[in-house]
């Protein structure tokens, strides 16, 4: 049974920081590409950062310079080091895990950036 399960949410002021872990389960962690996308009330869902099995990154311009997507194989976990956050970073972050056509996803964790 796969298992992506994210934790590190929470509620910071602008300009802080955050650091967002996913621990995956069930699947060969290090053949897939591990992803963060997030989801605002009322927005689609937008990807925010990937890492290949390589260790490729790669981020939109909303958030780059400010994320960082990080992976330990060893421990089965991807990170998402959020510096300097912004209230429209305000979302529930999801972690995604994908290779050929099997894709999964966590249950997600809510990031607030107040004001």
């Known amino acids: 049974q796969v298992q992506l399960v994210e934790s590190g949410g929470g509620l910071v002021q602008s300009g802080e920081s955050l650091r967002l872990s996913c621990e995956a389960s069930?699947?060969?962690?290090?053949?897939?590409?591990m992803g963060w996308c997030r989801q605002a009330p009322g927005k689609q869902r937008e990807l925010v950062a990937t890492?290949?099995?390589?260790?490729?990154?790669n981020y939109p311009d909303s958030v780059k310079g400010r994320f960082t997507i990080s992976r330990d194989n060893a421990k089965n976990t991807v990170y998402l080091q959020m510096n300097s956050l912004k209230p429209e970073d305000t979302a529930v972050y999801y972690c995604?895990?994908?290779?050929?056509?099997?894709?999964?996803w966590g249950q997600g964790t809510q990031v607030t950036v107040s004001s």
């Open positions: 995604n895990a994908a290779f050929s056509t099997a894709n999964y």
């Open positions: 069930g699947i060969r962690f290090s053949i897939y590409t």
């Open positions: 890492i290949t099995n390589s260790r490729t990154t």
